[in-house]
T-cell receptor, first 113, second 115 residues
Framework: NAGVTQTPKFQVLKTGQSMTLQCAQDMNHEYMSWYRQDPGMGLRLIHYSVGAGITDQGEVPNGYNVSRSTTEDFPLRLLSAAPSQTSVYFC????????????FGDGTRLSIL | AQSVAQPEDQVNVAEGNPLTVKCTYSVSGNPYLFWYVQYPNRGLQFLLKYITGDNLVKGSYGFEAEFNKSQTSFHLKKPSALVSDSALYFCAVRDLLNRDDKIIFGKGTRLHILP
């Protein structure tokens, strides 16, 4: 089982560039989410989705867009990258019931110059 | 709004000694509580959860946690620490009174087990 797969693992961008972080899961999970991890800040929720066609904002949504056209995929888009978006990004998924634990990908390490 | 606090940035424990990693939470309704562990350059891995019932829950790798409603705490414990337990530990909470289904994480506690 692949679980949650994130690509790319590393990326360097220049300020103002755009890119999409990919996330795919093969567990037929309804719930998917994106977090960013920064030193001393823990994990902060960016956006999440409770099913295909449904997305909602987390704690720190500004500068990021998401869509959920299929159950399997939940891409995160940076439309105009800023140095403040330098971080490690994690995608997670879980079954439909919120008492289920989340399964995390191994992260994308993003640097914005 | 729900929140979770991990008051210690780092905990140092000698190998073989018991360990405790602290977590307190704030919710409006009843909580679901989780502990995760993160090893270097990896995503978070689930350790254990409290949903309802017995206040002492047991999880992976010999870890356990005690839910204390009056103190709004969910501390992670292990009777005898291993060097391999050295990692970053996160507590997370879901407030059942919120319909938005968000799960909020603490800032993490780095656990160092000294040989």
């Amino acid at each position: 089982n692949a679980g949650v797969t994130q690509t790319p693992k590393f990326q360097v961008l220049k300020t103002g560039q755009s890119m999409t972080l990919q996330c795919a899961q093969d567990m037929n999970h309804e719930y998917m989410s994106w977090y960013r991890q920064d030193p001393g800040m823990g994990l902060r929720l960016i956006h999440y989705s409770v099913g295909a066609g449904i997305t909602d904002q987390g704690e720190v949504p500004n500068g990021y867009n998401v869509s959920r056209s299929t159950t399997e995929d939940f891409p995160l888009r940076l439309l105009s990258a800023a140095p403040s978006q330098t971080s490690v990004y994690f995608c997670a998924s879980r079954g439909g019931n919120s008492n289920q634990p989340q399964h995390f990908g191994d992260g994308t390490r993003l640097s914005i110059l | 709004a729900q929140s979770v606090a991990q008051p210690e940035d780092q905990v140092n424990v000698a190998e073989g000694n018991p360990l405790t990693v602290k977590c307190t939470y704030s919710v409006s309704g009843n909580p679901y509580l989780f502990w995760y562990v993160q090893y270097p350059n990896r995503g978070l891995q689930f350790l254990l959860k409290y949903i309802t019932g017995d206040n002492l829950v047991k999880g992976s790798y010999g870890f356990e946690a005690e839910f204390n409603k009056s103190q709004t705490s969910f501390h992670l414990k292990k009777p005898s620490a291993l060097v391999s337990d050295s990692a970053l530990y996160f507590c997370a909470v879901r407030d059942l009174l919120n319909r938005d289904d968000k799960i909020i994480f603490g800032k993490g506690t780095r656990l160092h087990i000294l040989p």
